[in-house]
């Protein structure tokens, strides 16, 4: 692993916005860009050193534009898919997944990826 990389950490967006019963529902778009503002004011709590952070976004969210601080990526099908594809292509920078999804939190974790709940970027 490549420690002087800095960490990837790639956001669930569909899932974190999910976590929490806000009426994210009725604006889905609007949850997935008030998550991408929180992450880039906030970065991610309880990491130190430099981050780069990849929200992705699927169905209503696609659309988000990225902000300085987060990259905006909309998946072309699955978001899990995509996140997974996206962890693959690290190499050997350290790697956060952000999702309470069981599965993907498995496919990742293959692939030797750090995983965390929605708590991590979103306090409930």
Known sequence: MDDNAPLLVIVDAANVV?????GWWRDRRGAAE??????????????????EIVLVVEGAARGVEPVPGVRVEAAPGSGDDHI????GQAGDRPVLVVTADRELRRRV???????????????A
């Open 34 to 51: 008030r998550l991408r503002d929180r992450l880039a004011a906030d970065g991610v709590p309880g990491r130190s050193g430099a981050v």
């Open 84 to 87: 997974v594809a996206l962890a």
């Open 18 to 22: 999910g976590s929490v019963p806000d």
């Open 109 to 123: 974790g293959e692939l030797g990826a750090e995983v965390a709940g929605p708590r991590t970027v979103r306090p």
